[in-house]
C-alpha cells in the first residue's frame, strides 16, 4: 500500500563541462600477504579454502534479526535469495523448502560482517566482507586476499570500522569477466583471475593524515561498457573508459561530492544517491544531463543508500533512517504497510524469481507480494 503520491519539479542542469582528470594508474599492484610490501612480483594469488559447508541444515522459516541487522542481498540465478548482515554472518533463503540457512565464521567466512555480493558468469558467487574478499562454488568458501593497507594511523583509529581499507564494499564483474572491488577506505581493485590492479587511491578530501582514504561504496557498468565508482570521501563520481578516468563533482551537476550509491536502470540511465543532506539529493544522468531531485519534488529519502528497479520499472529507493520511498517516474511515493507501518533504514532491496519485493535494514527482513507485506524475522 502506498499514501498519496507528490509531484514534482524537475531541475536539470547540462552537463557543462566533463571534468577530465585522466586519473588513469597504470601500475599493476600484484598481491601480496607481506603488510609493507605490495609491488613484490607474484604469479598467483594466495588463496584458502575453506571447510565444506555440506553439513548444514535449514533452518527456520523466519530468521532472529542480526544484532545490527542486514545491509546487502542477491538473487541467484538458481532463485536461491542471499543476505549479508553486520555482524551475523550469511543468511540464504531457499524458496522451494522456504526456509534459511545460515553461514557464519564457523561455516567457512573470513568475517561475520557481508557488505556486498555478486553472482559471476560461472554462477559462482562472490561475497565481500569486513575482512577481504570471498568466493562461493556452491560447496566451499574460498578467501581471496586483497592487497593488504596499513591501517596504523591516528586518523583511522577515530573512524575505524567505518573506514577499513581492508573491507569490501563493493563488487562487480565486468563485461570482460573482470571482478572489480571497492574497499572501505583504499580505493578500487580490478582483479583478473590472477593479480590486483590498484586505482583510485588519490581521489577525494585527504583526511587529517594527509592520505585520500576513498571510500568505494558502489561499482556500476553502464550501457558502453564504461565502469562508475562512488565516493563517500568527497570524491564524487569517477567513470572509467578503459583507459582514461573522468570525474563527475557537483559543478558538473551532481548534488553533493559524497555518493552513496550509483545504479543502472534498464534504460541505460544512470541514478545517483547520496549521503543525508538537509533537503535530500537524488540524481539522473542520461548522457547528456543531470536531473535532481530533493525535499521539494516530493523526494521522501533524504539519504539515498540503495536503488533498485522492480519489474514495472518503479525505483525503490532505501537509505539510513529514512522511511522507503518509490519512485514511478513522476512521483516519489512512501511505502507503506496495511497497517500504516513505514519502513525505515532500509539499506537492501531486490525481487525474487515470483516477482515478490525483499527489504531489510537494521530493523529487520520484509516481502512484498505487491498486496501484502510480510515480516520473515521474529
Request: contains cysteine; negative net charge; glycine residues 10%.
Amino acid at each position: 500500500m502506498i499514501i498519496k503520491p507528490n509531484k514534482l519539479t524537475k531541475k536539470t542542469t547540462p552537463n557543462l563541462h566533463l571534468l577530465w582528470r585522466g586519473m588513469s594508474y597504470s601500475l599493476l599492484m600484484l598481491v601480496v600477504i607481506s603488510c609493507n610490501d605490495l609491488n613484490q612480483p607474484k604469479s598467483n594469488v594466495d588463496i584458502t579454502v575453506s571447510p565444506a559447508v555440506e553439513q548444514l541444515t535449514i533452518i527456520e522459516s523466519k530468521v532472529i534479526i542480526p544484532q545490527y541487522g542486514f545491509n546487502s542481498g542477491l538473487l541467484a540465478s538458481n532463485g536461491d535469495l542471499w543476505f549479508g548482515s553486520n555482524g551475523g554472518g550469511l543468511y540464504r533463503y531457499d524458496p522451494t523448502s522456504a526456509g534459511f540457512t545460515h553461514y557464519t565464521q564457523e561455516n567457512g567466512l573470513n568475517s561475520n560482517i557481508v557488505l556486498s555480493m555478486i553472482e559471476d558468469k560461472n554462477s559462482d558467487l562472490w561475497f565481500g566482507t569486513a575482512d577481504g574478499l570471498l568466493r562461493y562454488d556452491g560447496k566451499s568458501f574460498t578467501h581471496i586476499p586483497i592487497p593488504y593497507s596499513d591501517t596504523s594511523s591516528i586518523w583511522l583509529d577515530k573512524v575505524y570500522p567505518i573506514i577499513n581499507p581492508n573491507a569490501v564494499h563493493s563488487l562487480l564483474e565486468d563485461k570482460k569477466g573482470n571482478i572489480w572491488i571497492g574497499t572501505g577506505g583504499a580505493g578500487a581493485y580490478r582483479y583478473d583471475g590472477n593479480k590486483f590492479t590498484s586505482f583510485l587511491t588519490e581521489i577525494g578530501h585527504k583526511q587529517e593524515d594527509s592520505l585520500n582514504h576513498n571510500w568505494i561504496t558502489s561499482i556500476v557498468e553502464d550501457a558502453n561498457g564504461h565502469i562508475w565508482f562512488s565516493s563517500m570521501t568527497r570524491g564524487g563520481a569517477n567513470r572509467f573508459d578503459g583507459e582514461n578516468f573522468t570525474q563527475f563533482m557537483p559543478e558538473d551537476g551532481l548534488f553533493t561530492d559524497m555518493v552513496r550509491t550509483i545504479f543502472k536502470d534498464k534504460e541505460g540511465i544512470i541514478w545517483f544517491g547520496y549521503k543525508a543532506t538537509h533537503d535530500g539529493g537524488f540524481t539522473r544522468y542520461d548522457g547528456k544531463y543531470f536531473v535532481n531531485f530533493n525535499k521539494t519534488d516530493g523526494l521522501c529519502n533524504h539519504s539515498v543508500r540503495v536503488i533498485y528497479e522492480d519489474k514495472d520499472e518503479n525505483l525503490w529507493l532505501g537509505g539510513d533512517l529514512n522511511p522507503l520511498c518509490i519512485y514511478d517516474g513522476e512521483n516519489f511515493n512512501k511505502f507503506s504497510s496495511e497497517d500504516d507501518k513505514n519502513f525505515n533504514g532500509i539499506l537492501t532491496i531486490l525481487e525474487d524469481a515470483e516477482g515478490n519485493i525483499w527489504f531489510g535494514g537494521k530493523n529487520g527482513l520484509w516481502q512484498f507480494d505487491g498486496e501484502t507485506v510480510t515480516n520473515m524475522t521474529k
